[in-house]
């Protein structure tokens, strides 16, 4: 019994080596900050490995804890990986949607490899976009409105949200962002846009209220 016991023991050891041999588990941590380089808690970080052609991957993320901190223990596999952040209540939108995309920013990276198993890495922030807030009235009587907002930048890329009444937008900044209008529940409404393209700075937020003939 006790050889039998002694051999078991061995032979799980061995897997565990294999298994760890063949499929070496990696970590990554690091620190999230603003563009002034102070540490931003509760946001989001998100690791992408490289070289995968699967579509719709999900990536692996975690949470910054109060001091900007944060750790993905184990479970990665060798190869490069791109890190990137959002924290969508204080104006920091996902940078890989189209819409906020900023071409200029650069995407923090780590290659973890044999040699170097764990990865210590500064995710900075992008800018601070812009903020639209207010209300789709009736431009009769003044009444609040159910409404879809549907924001265009000049490149086709769009972003939408749902008003009922009072509305908040995360809009990308330093860009021309065109605004159509469709009241609900009537599906046949004519979109209804302003006259001239709305244009934010980073981190500025705009009261507006969009006065709609309800027709």
Do not use: W
């Amino acid at each position: 019994m006790k050889h039998f016991l002694a051999l078991a023991l061995i032979s799980t050891s061995l897997c565990a080596n294999s298994q760890t041999k063949d499929h070496p588990t990696c970590e990554i941590k690091g620190t999230v900050t603003d563009q002034s380089g102070s540490p931003v808690p509760a946001a989001t970080v998100y690791a992408v490995q490289q070289g995968l052609t699967f579509d719709g991957i999900t990536p692996r993320s975690t949470k910054t804890d109060s001091n900007g901190v944060f750790a993905f223990r184990g479970g990665f596999q060798l190869g490069e990986y791109k890190l990137y952040s959002r924290k969508d209540e204080d104006g920091y939108p996902d940078p890989f949607n189209s819409f906020y995309a900023d071409l200029k920013s650069e995407t923090s990276k780590v290659d973890l490899t044999e040699d170097q198993r764990s990865a210590t890495v500064t995710v900075t922030l992008g800018e601070k976009a812009g903020v639209l807030v207010g209300r789709v009235i009736d431009a009769d009587t003044g009444a609040d409105l159910k409404a879809k907002l549907i924001f265009m930048d000049e490149n086709g890329n769009g972003h939408s949200v749902f008003a009922d009444g009072r509305y908040r937008a995360v809009l990308p900044p330093n860009k021309d962002v065109t605004l159509m209008v469709m009241v609900r529940p009537s599906a046949s409404s004519t979109p209804q846009r302003p006259i001239a393209p709305l244009r934010l700075e980073p981190g500025q937020e705009i009261y507006m209220d969009i006065p709609v003939n309800n027709q």
